[in-house]
């Protein structure tokens, strides 16, 4: 199998570069978030950062996109300040966890986040790898006029700080006679998608929604190759929704090899084995039309889960035939950090549980009759447990307006199963339509005491919910 370079060894390390523009991006924040939003949080002085340091850290109730995709997103930032700057993907990871610990105690008057600590660089890493290997496929140094400018664009989007950084060194704009990309041409399948959704809701309810959905996927380098290098091969996945009772931003999913060794390698069969970090964000909200505002209802919500911080060991099998492929790849992965949705726990913005656990996914992958015909199929299993309990703990009522309490949430113990099916069919050339359909069903159990009547009691009960999602899309593959 092909071997790609990393020539980000090659380059020289500006430490004080990154440093700066990590340092530079928490304080540009915090003015922002202080003079044009005035949030309450802003508003620092020594008497707050000498709080935060005596206080130490709490579990936060902040929104899930906030603290599961936001916040990774602004770990990729300080990520990739370092790896714009000559430094690897370990060493990168270092700037992530210091600019977190420097917003964290220095930046807000609200007492530092446990979540925010371990889901900012550990998700920023992910985040940020991901986006800046995809810049590097669009940078072109030999390229000026309105093709450079609009290749530095396009990748100063998606990896800001990269893009800072050829804009402070001059990079941005200087011609030369090489491409210049720092992992060489490595082999990647980009598929875009759009068209509708449905949704059903779930348990005896009936009720149907409709609206544009979006997706991307990207798979990037050879699954198959051996690496030590981390994220030689990874793929993710973007799902969007133009819904009127559902996030924007829905699903976020990356798997990106840690290190593999391919131990087979024949004309017809591959197998890889390796050790894979993963990103999940799933996120939805009520599709009932027919719930009262301010009353809580169980299962109002279908499902809520995100997981920043994992990582485990995977298998990758594929086998060629003529006409036929199929790829199996299986991994079993430990959670050090992750939210489950909550049926129970109502404060601020939060309605799921912290937690640590397990996750197992297999996927079955192929295609028929020169890849006229393509389909995939997709279990994922997530167990989380939350110990330190609102309700039993602390006696708090989980009311808003109430201040933040140190909890995890409910005690519990939460399984989210997902099991999704795809089918292509190529009608022209790069043109695909898409057929999938998708099943999520999670189930809590609470560990509680609960009367029964006067003379009998159980200690635990169970709450499920499902939600079915078909899509019906176009997708242009590059």
């Keep these: ?108 008057s609200e007492y530092p986040s446990k979540n925010d600590i371990i889901a900012t660089p550990i998700g920023g890493a992910a985040l940020g790898e991901v986006f800046y290997r995809t810049s590097d496929l669009i940078l072109d140094n030999r390229t000026s006029g309105g093709e450079r400018f609009g290749r530095e664009a396009l990748a100063f989007l998606i990896s800001p700080m990269r893009g800072l950084t050829r804009i402070i060194t001059g990079e941005a704009w200087e011609k030369k006679p090489v491409v210049g990309n720092e992992f060489g041409k490595p082999p990647y399948q980009l598929a875009i998608s759009l068209g509708t959704r449905f949704l059903t809701s779930h348990d005896n309810d009936r009720f149907f929604k409709a609206g544009a959905s979006a997706r991307i996927n990207l798979e990037y380098g050879d699954r198959y190759a051996s690496s030590l290098r981390p994220y030689d ?15 924007l931003l829905s699903r976020v999913e990356i798997m990106g090899s840690l290190l593999s060794k391919e131990v087979i390698d024949t004309e017809k069969s591959n197998l890889t084995l390796g050790m894979y970090q993963h990103f999940d964000f799933f996120d939805s909200d009520t599709i009932r039309t027919n719930y009262t505002p301010g009353v809580l209802e169980p299962c109002v919500v279908p499902y809520k889960l995100a997981i920043p911080a994992s990582a485990g060991v995977g298998i990758m099998f594929g086998y ?83 201040p933040p309490v140190d909890v995890e949430g409910d005690s519990s113990r939460g399984t989210v199963y997902h099991l999704e099916g795809q089918v292509n069919y190529k009608v022209w050339k790069s043109l695909s339509i898409t057929t999938q359909c998708d099943w999520f069903n999670r189930s809590t159990l609470y560990h509680r005491m609960v009367a029964i009547d006067p003379s009998f009691s159980i200690n635990g009960f169970f709450i499920d919910s499902n939600q079915l999602s078909f899509q019906l899309m176009l997708t242009y593959t590059l």
């Design 1 to 108: 199998m092909a071997h790609f370079r990393d020539t980000t060894d090659c380059k020289k390390k500006h430490f004080w570069k990154a440093a700066g523009e990590t340092f530079g991006l928490n304080v540009g924040l915090w003015a922002f978030d202080r003079y044009v939003l005035k949030g309450h949080y802003s508003y620092i002085s020594l008497k707050t950062i000498k709080a935060n340091f005596k206080h130490g850290f709490d579990w936060d109730n902040d929104h899930l996109s906030t603290n599961m995709f936001a916040h990774p997103y602004h770990g990729s930032l300080y990520f990739n300040a370092g790896r714009a700057n000559g430094f690897n993907f370990w060493q990168s990871e270092l700037f992530a966890l210091g600019g977190s610990a420097m917003w964290e105690l220095f930046m807000e």
């Design 233 to 247: 091969y990874f793929s993710l996945l973007l799902d969007l929704n133009a819904m009127k009772t559902q996030p």
């Design 320 to 402: 060629k035939l003529p006409r036929f492929t199929f790829h199996v790849t299986g991994h079993a992965n430990g959670i050090l950090m992750g939210g489950v949705l909550s049926d129970f726990y109502r404060l601020y913005h939060r309605n799921y549980n912290w937690g640590t656990g397990f996750s197992a996914k297999l996927k079955l992958k192929g295609s028929m009759c020169d890849d006229k015909l393509s389909f995939s199929l997709n279990n994922r299993f997530y167990r989380l447990y939350s110990q330190n309990d609102w309700y039993s703990d602390k006696g708090y009522s989980p009311n808003p307006g109430e």
